[in-house]
């Protein structure tokens, strides 16, 4: 069974920062890509970033620099830095994998718990 775990949340002064991170874990053979999305209250969940296997990587327009995702193969991790934080960035931050189990033919979607990222003014 694969899992996926976010953790790097928390509590933070506007213009403050925080990395993210998503883990993912069980019998995985592969990954495609990679993405980041958020959700505050009472809007619609929206796309953050996205990087793809070989590293490409694409951010939302609003994200105007201040957020740089990356991953580490290694450690089935996938980080996302998020500088210069601004109370509108207040949700939760949920991450989303397409990840080809061991003894799977095909890639299927998996989704995070979600980290409760809260910016303060």
């Known amino acids: 069974q694969v899992q996926l775990v976010e953790s790097g949340g928390g509590l933070v002064q506007a213009g403050g920062s925080l990395r993210l991170a998503c883990t993912a874990s069980?019998?995985?053979?592969?990954?495609?890509?990679i993405g980041w999305y958020r959700q505050a209250p009472g809007k619609p969940r929206e796309w953050v970033a996205a990087?793809?296997?070989?590293?490409?990587?694409d951010y939302a327009d609003y994200m105007q620099g201040r957020f740089t995702i990356s991953r580490d193969n290694t450690r089935n991790t996938v980080y996302l830095q998020m500088n210069s934080l601004k109370t509108e960035d207040k949700a939760v931050y949920y991450c989303?994998?397409?990840?080809?189990?061991?003894?799977?033919?095909?890639?299927?979607?998996?989704w995070g718990q979600g980290t409760q990222v809260t910016v303060s003014s």
């Open positions: 990087i793809s296997s070989g590293g490409t990587t």
């Open positions: 989303n994998a397409a990840v080809r189990p061991l003894g799977s033919s095909g890639y299927q979607d998996y």
């Open positions: 069980g019998r995985i053979f592969s990954f495609s890509a």
